[in-house]
């Protein structure tokens, strides 16, 4: 991970854009320079987010959130009594992984509150053995709570590893000077230039946006069709 300015973000995005208008007559201009470069810093948020979303998870790696699911819990499943851990997160963007010392596998699939299978949780004969693991997530609060099912005792040790949303801080760079900046992974830095400067592009109405958004596909190794 890296730490990359909201300013020095604008300016590489500016430089991805201005080559378009040099190379290609029919680029829409007439937009004034300082509002171009407010659209920029207004999509850098939900670029970064919707790269993290559709990387491969291989070129997440090191980038994780590590928590241990430590909140333990007996519950009654049909007629039998089973062991899960779970914990509560509020900056979950995407799960990568969770462990346990039982398990045989690592879990990367979770089933959400959102898949038909989720009803399974509570269904003595689909879940409840740590040799079959399973990972639940559902709302709670103002966060998403992870459950994971089952462990093998309630002093087992396990793991849970996510990607956090990612956010605008300002973050101070000397001793008098404060500037936005943002956490990207460093090989994941040119896929969200092109998908800032996509969605720049999209609220200009431009018709370049879309080789923006393939650009950023092809740079994360994205098939049109996965995305």
Not at 114 to 121: G, I, Q, T
Not at 136 to 145: A, L, N
Request: aromatic content about 8%.
């Amino acid at each position: 991970m890296a730490l990359y300015t909201a300013s020095t973000i604008v300016t590489d995005v500016r430089t991805i854009i201005d080559e378009i208008q040099l190379n290609d007559a029919l680029f829409i201009g007439g937009t004034d320079e300082g509002d171009i470069d407010t659209i920029i810093k207004s999509k850098i948020v939900e670029a970064v987010r919707q790269v993290l979303l559709n990387a491969r998870a291989d070129s997440l790696r090191g980038a994780e959130t590590i928590l241990d699911a430590n909140t333990i819990t007996n519950l009654t499943v049909g007629d039998k009594e089973i062991t899960v851990a779970s914990a509560f997160v509020t900056d979950l963007l995407r799960f990568m992984y969770a462990t346990a010392e039982s398990w045989p596998m690592i879990v990367t699939e979770p089933i959400t509150y959102l898949d038909a299978e989720y009803a399974s949780l509570s269904d003595k004969y689909a879940t409840g053995l740590p040799s079959r693991p399973k990972v639940g997530i559902k709302p709670k609060g103002q966060g998403f709570e992870i459950t994971l099912y089952s462990l093998s005792g309630n002093d087992e040790q396990s793991t849970i590893a996510y990607i956090t949303e990612p956010k605008v801080e300002n973050i101070k760079v000397t001793p008098e000077t404060w500037a936005d900046q943002i956490d990207i992974i460093e090989t994941l830095y040119r896929p969200c230039l092109y998908q800032i400067a996509g969605l720049t592009l999209l609220t200009l109405r431009d018709a370049h946006a879309d080789s923006m958004f393939n650009q950023a596909r092809l740079l994360l190794g994205v098939n049109e069709g996965q995305q």
